[in-house]
């Protein structure tokens, strides 16, 4: 019964670290949308930037073109991309050179002020005639830091950006909590049963 108490209060406060204080479509219209999420974190600026800039360790390979994280890579400086290296598939033809996405093109970078701003269209956003803004910024809070990611999306749509912009946010807000898990606390290691 303690190791389930354990247990149980250790999986509230992961939950409690790794959910966003704030998450919402905070606009949407016509023209575009604006999504906003915010999560605080138990870990100074400079960790978190750390983490922040290597997406293969917090992105889910569930929305990557390759199916996996660990082609995933970040330049954190301006003209750098938040990119996605494409294998060669074993049956490709002989010198056949490995292909990219470049999801986001970086154009701001300030790792002291903890401030990365990309831009660029997300997974399905690359097919319309939208701009995509991404600010992602980090600041002390408490003890820790409060990361906030606010993307802001508009343009021309074929779609229904209204329709579009829960999906993203979707996808956005699991990546913050992923991001944020990085930093949770381990687990206690179940006690050993005494055997008879």
């Known amino acids: 019964m303690r190791n389930q108490l354990i247990l149980a209060a250790a999986s509230l406060a992961i939950a409690a670290l790794a959910s966003p204080a704030q998450a919402e479509v905070i606009a949407a219209s016509d023209g575009g949308f604006v999504i906003n999420h915010s999560v605080d974190i138990p870990a100074d600026r400079a960790a978190v930037w750390k983490v922040l800039i290597a997406p293969a360790q917090w992105w889910s390979s569930d929305h990557t073109y390759s199916g996996n994280a660990d082609n995933l890579y970040l330049d954190a400086q301006a003209t750098g991309c938040f990119c996605e290296k494409l294998p060669r598939p074993a049956d490709a033809p002989e010198g056949q ?100």
């Open 97 to 196: 050179r490995m292909g990219s996405v470049e999801h986001m093109h970086i154009v701001y970078a300030d790792p002291q002020r903890g401030v990365l701003r990309m831009t660029g269209g997300l997974g399905p956003l690359q097919a319309e005639a939208v701009t995509g803004v991404m600010t992602i910024a980090i600041r002390p809070e408490g003890e820790g830091s409060r990361l906030t990611l606010r993307y802001v999306v508009g343009g021309v749509w074929q779609g229904k950006p209204a329709e579009v912009g829960p999906l993203v946010d979707g996808v956005l807000g699991e990546q913050v909590k992923r991001l944020a898990a990085k930093f949770a606390p381990a687990e206690p290691a179940p006690e050993p049963v005494a055997k008879p």
